[in-house]
């Protein structure tokens, strides 16, 4: 269609002296240049509407199916350009980087018009020029052109700056008002006319702005006020939930007593606790606590013996580290219960013992006597150094600024002044 603008402006670089190269490398830079797509490209333009029907409900089908080397290209090509949000982030770095207190939002949107839509072409033409000189320079001197290590600056040196004067000569023509009268309607010319601008003020878009950031706060509030989650429960209706929920929080809890017994638990389960008993005890100690693992052929054995390092001809039956490991396993659910009976055993996984269970299952401490002693040398060992910590005193440094000075709040009363009396008015002086 030669009324279509994208058309027109495709159409008047491609006729315009000078500009067919950039025509060239805009199609390069499509892919439309390759033979197989200039192939298709052959074909599609002679194309009649018999070839595909013009009033189909899916007509990039019905094109991807009729040329499908075109259509990949342009499917390869979009989707290498920038995502949508990757657009609007790189508008908001823009906007924060031009942001001006002093300036208002209708003035940082259209000085960014002005870049994105005029100046970018002036500044592309200047680093155009600096290419040229600098191909030129290589060819005179015959010298290959050298690789750069950075892009080219449209304003660094005094043959761009000297550009920049004419560029904005050459853009200034297109808003004369003759050009404008042109160009724009009455009506449109009128509102953008500076008494009218005066008179509608510079901050339009920024109370646009906020009259739309109004209504959006408003919108949630009043979906929060419509919706069920948000909306305010009775007084009464909370008591009466309150007293229907259940909790499996007083099933898990546990008292004081039991936590003490699953740290002696833990203790006894340790390999440290039985290096710490001595031989005459620890056979005894042994028999109490482990009444499964003590057997007439453990009694004949050394405590070296019992507690060295497993090898293997060691096994849970003589060797009390494997049998720790083997209790701590059972209690897991890594290993099957081979300590107890089949009948106790059934009987466990039956009421679904936990791992505390199976741990006293195995382990007797309130048999202990050794255990006991142990707690007692802890709790001595933590009064000593709660005394220790106490000699030192509670201040922590004589430094100056630690030193924290109490401000006198107490007023001084001057010889003409007279407090009030408790009548609530001031005496005659």
Not at 267 to 290: A, G, P, Q, R
Not at 350 to 356: E, I, P, Q
Not at 381 to 388: E, F, P, T
Request: with cysteine.
């Amino acid at each position: 269609d030669g009324r279509d603008a994208i058309y027109t402006s495709f159409m008047e670089k491609w006729t315009s002296k000078g500009k067919s190269a950039h025509v060239v490398h805009w199609l390069q830079q499509l892919g439309l240049m390759t033979s197989k797509v200039r192939n298709e490209l052959k074909r599609l333009s002679q194309e009649t509407e018999v070839i595909r029907d013009v009033n189909s409900s899916t007509r990039l089908l019905d094109f991807a199916a009729t040329y499908p080397q075109t259509f990949d290209m342009f499917w390869s090509k979009m989707g290498m350009y920038p995502h949508s949000t990757r657009i609007v982030e790189q508008c908001h770095g823009v906007e924060r980087n031009a942001y001006n207190s002093q300036a208002s939002h209708d003035m940082r949107d259209s000085r960014t018009n002005y870049i994105a839509n005029e100046e970018y072409a002036n500044r592309r033409e200047r680093r155009q020029c600096i290419l040229e000189i600098e191909a030129s320079k290589a060819v005179s001197t015959e010298q290959s052109k050298k690789q750069r290590t950075s892009s080219v600056k449209h304003n660094d040196r005094k043959v761009t700056q000297q550009m920049i004067g004419g560029q904005l000569l050459e853009d200034s023509k297109q808003y004369t008002t003759e050009q404008l009268a042109q160009r724009l309607p009455e009506d449109i010319r009128q509102k953008f006319s500076i008494k009218s601008i005066v008179k509608r003020g510079t901050d339009v878009g920024k109370k646009a702005l906020g009259e739309k950031k109004v209504e959006h706060a408003e919108a949630v509030a009043r979906k929060k006020r419509e919706s069920t989650t948000f909306s305010q429960t009775p007084f009464e209706d909370l008591i009466e939930d309150a007293q229907k929920l259940e909790t499996a929080n007083d099933l898990a809890w546990k008292s004081k007593d039991a936590i003490k017994h699953a740290k002696q638990l833990n203790t006894v389960l340790t390999k440290s606790y039985w290096n710490k008993i001595k031989v005459d005890c620890f056979f005894e100690e042994l028999e109490k606590v482990f009444p499964c693992f003590y057997t007439p052929t453990v009694s004949r054995m050394t405590k070296t013996a019992l507690l060295q390092r497993p090898t293997s001809a060691c096994s849970a039956k003589n060797n009390l580290n494997l049998f720790i490991k083997l209790v701590k396993d059972i209690a897991e659910g890594k290993a099957p219960n081979t300590l107890s009976t089949k009948r106790r055993a059934q009987q466990l996984k039956r009421a679904k013992a936990t791992k505390l269970d199976l741990w006293a299952e195995f382990a007797n401490v309130e048999a202990s006597e050794y255990l006991s002693v142990v707690e007692e040398k802890a709790f001595e060992k933590n009064a000593l150094m709660r005394d220790v910590i106490a000699s030192f005193g509670t201040e922590t440094t004589t430094h100056a600024r630690f030193q924290m000075t109490k401000a006198d709040l107490t007023t001084t009363y001057t010889t003409d002044y007279i407090p009030p009396s408790d009548d609530g008015h001031d005496d005659e002086p």
